[in-house]
Each structure stands twice: as C-alpha cells, then as structure tokens.
C-alpha cells in the first residue's frame, strides 16, 4: 500500500507517496505551475519531447529489470517528429515501467520517482526545482527522525511488558483484585517516573493540564532510551527482591549516569 505526504513548494501543495521502496512525487502537480488549466497537456508536451523519451528509458534500464526496450526504442525513433505524442498512460503500458505511475480519481495525477520528478521540475523552472528538491529532502529528513522516535518508542513498550511481568510475578499477590493490581503497576511505573522526571505521572498532569497523553509521550529519544534500559534494570532488582526505596535510589542514580552518556554521545552525533 502507497504511503501519502504532501510538501508545500512557493506556497504550492505538491503530493508525494512511497510505493514498493520508491519515493513519486505528482507531476501533474508540478505541472500546475506552467499550466493550472491543463496540467496534462503540459506533461504530454514534456513526454513526448525525444530527450524525455531517452532519459525514461534509460532510468528505466538501470532501475526496472522488467522494462520492454523494444517498445522503447519505438517511441524513441518517432520522438521529435511532428506527428508524435505520447502519454503518461501510453508510456506505461507499452514499456512496463515503473518510474511513472498514473493514478485516477480527485487525488489521482500522473507520478514520478524522485530522479524524474526533478528532470520534469528543471524543464518547468530550474528555480522551482532548487525549491522542490530542499522541500523534499527536509520531508524524508522529518520521515527519518520519526521514524527512529517511533522505534525507540517501541523499544519502551517491549521493554515495559518486561517490567511489569517482573512486577506480576514479584510484587502482586495472588488474590488480589484487578484494581488492586493496577495500583501496583502504576506505583512501579511512578518509580521510573520519579527516577527519570523527578515526578509522578499525577504530578505531570497537574503540572500539564492542557497537554494530552502522558508524561513519557512528550520525553526525548535519549529519554526514552534510558527508560527502556531502566525498564530492564528495575526488573532484574524486581527479581532480586530488592525493596521499593532502595530502588528508586539506584534507578536515578542509573538515569543521571546514562543521561550524561546519551547526551554527550548525542552531542558527537553517535545517536541516529
């Protein structure tokens, strides 16, 4: 299933998606800045043009093992004769290729990987480009820090079923009610809380009381990273049977000693 996003190029929305591992930005978009009315008859124009046909084929070459170079060398022997044109849909259908890609429907329009997106851009405006490819560029750069949050978010979340197993098989006598339980839960999740925030999680939400979610939602990735090594560290002294306070104390010590470390690693760019 294509992913969607959408970047803004001199207050011009252009939609992009990642498909099968490559990244299409729309053309038809793009095109909007020649043409508003006929965004289409802009890249037939550009399609048809014979060093377009040559530059699709041979991306097409390198990229597609799947490419029909008979069709190509077709459209590329009537390329620049008066009588020729071609389409976006044409162009697919005929070669097999997949560096275009058409899609109908109101959010629909003609697509291009990144590589010939740009190309298309240059022949629009060489200046529109410049801006198209730094939007682009800052989009993926966003992509991958959320990504690597969203990670190590899920990191805590494997290492949290860790803790509170330690806490059901240690800390949670058998006959107790559900409420009960969550009490303890949530009084060794506090533990880490106060290790690594110096509050509660109440404590928070009194602080924050316009802010949704919960305290760890709104921690750093170097926060979250030393949460999930807490996690693990709290189970094992969980499993030891070391009391609740001596815990606390050893866990913060834990979180002020692994921060120093995170932070300056972070500040030599080891963290990606």
């Not at 005929?94 to 990987?113: E, M, V």
């Not at 989009?139 to 990504?147: G, I, N, T």
């Not at 098989?169 to 809380?193: C, F, G, R």
């Amino acid at each position: 299933m294509a992913k969607k996003s959408e970047i803004t190029v001199r207050d011009v929305t252009i939609k992009t998606m990642t498909q099968n591992g490559m990244d299409y930005i729309c053309i038809t978009d793009i095109a909007k800045q020649k043409n508003s009315n006929d965004p289409n008859g802009v890249i037939a124009n550009w399609i048809r043009n014979r060093n377009t046909v040559e530059f699709l084929g041979i991306w097409e070459t390198i990229h597609n093992p799947c490419f029909n170079p008979i069709e190509f060398e077709g459209f590329r022997k009537e390329a620049g004769l008066n009588a020729f044109t071609l389409s976006p849909t044409r162009w697919i259908l005929a070669t097999k290729a997949i560096g275009i890609i058409s899609q109908a429907g109101r959010n629909g329009g003609t697509y291009a990987q990144t590589d010939i997106a740009f190309e298309f851009a240059s022949w629009i405006s060489v200046e529109f480009r410049l801006y198209l490819v730094k939007e682009f560029q800052r989009l993926k750069a966003d992509e991958q820090k959320l990504l690597g949050w969203t990670a190590k978010r899920e990191l805590s979340k494997i290492n949290y079923r860790i803790h509170t197993d330690a806490i059901k098989s240690h800390l949670i006598p058998e006959e107790v009610t559900k409420e009960q339980a969550n009490i303890i839960y949530a009084e060794e999740a506090d533990v880490l809380n106060v290790a690594m925030f110096g509050m509660t999680a109440k404590q928070w939400r009194e602080a924050n009381p316009d802010l949704k979610g919960n305290i760890r939602d709104y921690a750093t990735i170097n926060e979250l990273i030393c949460l999930s090594n807490m996690e693990n560290i709290n189970a094992v002294l969980i499993n030891d049977g070391i009391p609740q306070g001596e815990r606390l104390i050893k866990l913060n010590r834990i979180a002020i000693q692994q921060m120093q470390v995170l932070e300056a690693s972070s500040g030599r760019n080891l963290l990606k």
